[in-house]
């Protein structure tokens, strides 16, 4: 299994470029979440998917669209890249909990190193 | 704004110290999380803590889930370089659909001096 798999690596873009993250899974999880991360501010959710054709927005989600169309993938899209866009982001994935209540634990991509110039 | 909070926010420490980064959260938790990012890496998860006053043991790692629920611990004995990296603790502070999304705390980076 190559668990949770993020393309590309690494981008550079020119501000109001767009692109799109891809995050795939091959375990079935049915919760997945695009995390981004820079210094000194941890690892801040931006958007998340229950399940197959659903979203949400998380803590960050301005300038970012997300979309599962289907359940083992997971894209995050920038419409217009901004300098403040610059971050490191990790996808990830879960399964849904056995009782409802409690968090399964989260399995992450490699991340993508993104810079907006 | 930030709800899990953790301190400090570095640590170095020489080879064979003991080292602690504490989490603390402005609401009660059903559970925490934590994860340690080895530098260039992801983030992976270490263990989860459920109950009240729990502890759990690792090796040279000691985990703690205080009695209120808000707070924690990450405690390693003696450390080695291979304890290198940052670690986040990650609590569930929102609930949505019936289930609960993890926020991170700011995460603790570990140096080790040789």
């Known amino acids: 299994n190559a668990g949770v798999t993020q393309t590309p690596k690494f981008r550079v873009l020119k501000t109001g470029q767009s692109m799109t993250l891809l995050c795939a899974q091959d375990?079935?999880?049915?919760?997945m979440y695009w995390y981004r991360q820079d210094p000194g501010m941890g690892l801040r959710l931006i958007h998340y998917s229950v399940g197959e054709g659903t979203t949400a927005k998380g803590e960050v989600p301005d300038g970012y669209n997300v979309s599962r169309l289907k359940k083992q993938n997971f894209l995050l899209g920038l419409e217009s890249a901004a300098p403040s866009q610059t971050s490191v982001y990790f996808c990830?994935?879960?399964?849904?909990?056995?009782?409802?209540?409690?968090?399964?634990?989260?399995?992450f991509g490699s991340g993508t190193q993104l810079s907006v110039l | 704004g930030q709800q899990v909070m953790q301190i400090p926010q570095y640590q170095h420490v020489q080879e064979g110290e003991d080292f602690t980064t504490y989490c603390n959260s402005s609401?009660?938790?059903?559970?925490i999380q934590w994860y340690k990012q080895r530098p260039g890496g992801h983030p992976v998860f270490l263990i989860q803590l459920v109950k009240s006053g729990e502890v759990k043991k690792q090796k040279r790692l000691t985990f703690q889930f205080g009695e209120a629920k808000k707070n924690s611990s990450l405690h390693i004995t003696a450390t080695q370089t291979t304890d290198v990296g940052t670690y986040f603790c990650?609590?569930?502070?929102?609930?949505?659909?019936?289930?609960?999304?993890?926020?991170f705390g700011t995460g603790t980076r570990l140096t080790i001096i040789p």
């Open positions: 609401t009660t938790l059903s559970n």
């Open positions: 990830a994935s879960s399964p849904r909990g056995d009782s409802g209540f409690l968090n399964e634990k989260l399995f």
């Open positions: 375990m079935n999880h049915e919760y």
């Open positions: 990650a609590g569930p502070v929102d609930r949505i659909f019936g289930n609960e999304k993890l926020t």
